[in-house]
């Protein structure tokens, strides 16, 4: 019988020709198990592993993975009715926890440097009658680089991330310390904060920087600085400009591998955005992105006219992140607690404005004639967004201001002062923002704005639900 890939002729022949090789690697490596994972909803690795022998043979037959596993908030309680008629779900195949097929993509390939002879396969999903899942996360920024690929252009972008990493104390493993979430761990600080990029702190913690780095390069993720940030404990991780799904593969990567090589060594990492830790900096995630025309390699947003910030095509995709940058805050920050980092004068946005080299604003303009490296990052991303949702958030907003050649207006030297559509404040109103704009869910899927909806509604209402220390210490005694 034919192979799931052959069956439904899934894979280019680039694919079949990378599976062939990675089938070589294992042999030559001496791989004894294999990793096959695919990103959830929230941009979270789920997989199995299977021996060397089986991951051979299931390059090519799949893995099956049950849908329930698509059904889930960020507790992993599912909140769908999916043994109900349809599970909850407008499509068929999500009923009574059936299974999908998650099939290997063979030139994500890597060998983990931190495990035993283990080597890792990023994957695609697909339903069981060969069609890809609506609910692929990957599969909706493939889209979107396909519809940029037909004007001619590429999508780069380089990743600037923040995150903490803390002394693990105690994984707090009793048995009263289960459940959905668990009772998370007990921490102490591997720096004060505040010695914002002195070297003395990152010598201070070196041996972490270390494990990062020889971890980081050892997966063949373009690493180019690692720095002290401002707050306790917190770091920033920066790496080079990659093309299409690519930045958004190392994406996932990279938050999987810091957290597995610090647990490993009595660390605990988090790309929480804003822990709960006394003197905290909220954590960002900063995404430098730019164009490039296909036939010649060269930067389309370049400007050519002394005094010109962007070339035109730059200019009019600046003015399609602005027309949609609300609706997109529920795909860059899609956590409750990332809208605690929205506040004037905090190195954070608050509306939806552009600066030359102001980080200030939402969206910096860097660069200029004759840059090679002119791009415009945007500031509102938290390290935790599902990277396919913010990548393609981006790149669909910046394409209907390529077609529509949106003004994106003057920049803002005062980006905390001009005028300008404010930021959503809580995930629920960002929700509404990305509900009520009618080009982002079309282009995104109506069917999958739903689903994500009703997932990130079921996660506000369990939150709800919780007494908060502040309600109980404002509260409790005055009334």
Known sequence: MASFVDRFDVWTAEQAAAADEVIRRIDADGLELVRFAFPDQHGVLRGKTLVAAEAKSALRSGVNMTTTLLAKDTSHKTVFPVFATGGGFDFEGMQGGADFTMVADPATFKVLPWANRTGWLLCDMFMSDGRPSPLSTRNILRRAVQRLDAHGLEFVAGLEVEFHVFRLDDKRMNLADSGQPGTPPAVSLLSHGHQYLTEQRYDDVDAVMELLRANLQGLGLPL?????????????????????????????????????VCRRHGYHATFMCRPKIPNVMSSGWHLHQSLRHKGSGTNAFIPEAAGQDLSDAGRHYLGGLLSHACAS?????????????????????????????????MLRVLGGVGDAGTRIENRIGEPTANPYLYLASQLFSGLDGLERRLDPGPSADAPYETPAEQLPRTLGDALECLRADAYLCEQLGQRFVDYLCHIKHAEIARFNLEVSEWEHREYFEMF
Not at 230 to 259: C, H, I, N, W, Y
């Open 224 to 260: 180019r600085s690692l720095e002290i940030e401002f707050g306790p404990s917190q770091f920033e991780l920066t790496f080079g400009p990659t093309v299409g799904l690519a930045p958004a593969d190392a994406m996932v990567l990279l938050r999987s591998a810091v957290k597995q």
């Open 329 to 361: 805050a529920a795909l860059a920050s899609p956590t409750i607690n990332g809208y605690r980092r929205y506040r004037p004068f905090s190195l954070a946005p608050d509306r939806a404005v552009w600066g030359r080299d102001n980080r200030g604003a």
